[in-house]
Structure formats: C-alpha cells, structure tokens
C-alpha cells in the first residue's frame, strides 16, 4: 500500500501468513489464534499459529547467525579471514 508521509511515498507491506510453520496446517479461522509479527511498520509478517505450543515450538527455534556460525564460506575456504 502506498503511502504519503512528509512529501514522500512509503510503499509498506503487511504479508499475512496463515500456514502454521511448524505443523503446515492452514488456519482458515484467525479468530482468538495466537500470532506473532515479525519485521517493522514499512515491512511486516503476521504469522497465524494453530496452538499457543506451535507458537512456542517456533520461538524456540535458535536464530541462525552465518557470520559467527558459519566462518568457513566460498570466499573464506579455510576460515582464517577474521573481520
């Protein structure tokens, strides 16, 4: 959706997801289902859970860090590049 703010256009985007990631259903009545929001105002992800355990299942999933996880890369074979 576009936007004016200040003299400026700010496209923002609000993608709702209703396929709980962690056991595939599709939630057809978002109705009282737990969610969470992911990203900011310009650019947000709203994803629709069956239950408040799938919910917890996914926040309990660790975050990925490939620069601190993944030293050995394409561009670093060995691993010995330290920024």
Known sequence: MDMT???LIMNYTN???TTD???GFNI???KDRPHLVEGDDASKLTIYFE???SLQAYRDIPVE???RDLP???SNPTGDYAS
Request: positive net charge; hydrophobic residues 30%.
């Open 5 to 7: 703010h200040g003299g």
């Open 15 to 17: 993608i709702i997801s």
């Open 21 to 23: 990631p962690i056991n």
């Open 28 to 30: 057809t009545n978002l």
């Open 51 to 53: 239950s408040k355990a």
């Open 65 to 67: 860090r490939p620069e």
């Open 72 to 74: 050995v890369t394409q």
